[in-house]
């Protein structure tokens, strides 16, 4: 009995480790410009020594994967460890995808030498924000729901 409730729980914490996604693109340039329409297809890593720069004006979105009619998204990062300069203007923002699936994170290392971090954005729309949490939360409902469950059954079945 213990066996099945060990493979039980197992399987289902397999359940709860995202899908393994494309492989990160790293931007071996010591200057890279991105400007116009930009399309990530899987996290962008800019590596120690590298800039990437975004123009005023860049829009950012993210290609999302469609399999038999199914939509899987995908959370993409930009993960610097060199330098990012993103500097948007009044009339020429900077716009990162806001769909809720879009960029998931700019992603900067505890030990980077940081200058000088400024983000103001003219809107943020909670209402996804608060839409996705609530999909996490019941997710960790049932998985230690079924944690502790399992836990308690295998203590009384003793």
Known sequence: ???????FIIICLLLEI???GASPLVLN???TIWSGEVEL???VIVPAGS???????????????YEDDNFTPNEWKIIVKGNLIA????????????????????KVPLN??????????????????????SVFRWQ???????????????????
């Open 1 to 7: 009995m213990i066996k099945k409730i060990s493979l």
């Open 18 to 20: 995202p899908a393994l």
């Open 29 to 31: 340039c010591l200057e």
């Open 41 to 43: 297809a899987s996290d």
């Open 51 to 65: 800039t990437l720069i975004i123009m005023p004006g860049t829009n950012i979105k993210c290609v999302y994967d």
């Open 87 to 106: 500097n948007g203007e009044e009339n020429e923002a900077i716009i990162i995808d806001p769909t809720p699936y879009g960029l998931s994170a700019i």
């Open 112 to 133: 980077s030498n940081i200058n000088t971090i400024k983000i103001a954005p003219k809107e943020i729309n909670t209402e996804k924000i608060r839409d996705e949490f």
């Open 140 to 158: 960790y409902l049932a998985l230690w729901g079924l944690l502790f469950g399992s836990i308690y059954y295998a203590i009384q079945s003793r």
